[in-house]
């Protein structure tokens, strides 16, 4: 096996991605694979060349922002070719609601392990503003059958239609593109993500979950999953 002198002494580390505002206004419309792809792979999104941007190219980033699923670690602007400080810090990559946004008046989240398939992820629950957020970060390793997700999330979103705000979720499915899958109360709707480094999904509710609203959503999890990934 060949070694080489900077292995080990390179790290890679959060992944940058620049908007140029001419781009944004057409992905907003029309959303190219290979670019689109490296939006979802971003861990921070910047729309460059600010100086020269348009309300409407800002308007159109934001879209963009607001589209993507897990949420960005950091959003922002950059001009001159001058990076932001922030967009260089080091980002963990912790179960984050993105569906519902940080506030003083949220209360401590409280994260539990999940077991599923035999490999340890995560179920996290917060309050905030009146609503309820349930979010379950699941192992890496593991695949998700779609021919089971698709019909029991269908009959899920419909259900329990006057209690879900909303609901994201992104499910690793094979070795191609993962499944993103979202409702805003009007059905399912899905479509390729680039994101691959793990699957996720979260909840948001207008009520308290009781613990066999919750064992219905983990069954399905648990129902899905297919084994690991190699």
Not at 49 to 56: G, L, P, R
Not at 101 to 128: K, M, N, W
Not at 138 to 162: C, G, H, K, N
């Amino acid at each position: 096996m060949a070694t080489y002198a900077t292995q080990g002494a390179l790290t890679l580390d959060s992944v940058v991605c620049l908007v140029d505002p001419l781009d944004a206004l057409r992905l907003v419309t029309h959303r190219d694979t290979n670019e689109w792809s490296q939006i979802q792979s971003a861990d921070v999104l910047l729309l460059s060349k600010a100086e020269t941007a348009s309300a409407a190219s800002r308007d159109a980033f934001d879209a963009i922002a607001a589209a993507q699923y897990p949420a960005k670690r950091y959003l922002g602007t950059c001009a001159g070719g001058v990076l932001p400080p922030e967009a260089l810090a080091q980002y963990s990559r912790p179960s984050a609601f993105s569906l519902v946004r940080d506030s003083q008046e949220a209360a401590a989240p409280r994260t539990t392990e999940f077991v599923i398939g035999g490999h340890a992820g995560s179920e996290t629950q917060l309050q905030q503003l009146g609503l309820w957020a349930v979010s379950w970060v699941l192992p890496p390793q593991l695949t998700f059958s779609r021919v089971i997700l698709e019909p029991r999330l269908e009959w899920m979103f419909d259900a329990y239609q006057s209690w879900l705000r909303r609901a994201k979720a992104v499910f690793r499915t094979g070795p191609g593109p993962s499944w993103l899958v979202q409702t805003h109360g009007r059905g399912l709707s899905g479509e390729d993500s680039a994101y691959r480094r793990d699957s996720r999904m979260e909840i948001v509710l207008t009520a308290e979950p009781t613990e066999d609203f919750l064992d219905n959503w983990r069954n399905l999890l648990r129902d899905a999953a297919l084994g690991p990934t190699h």
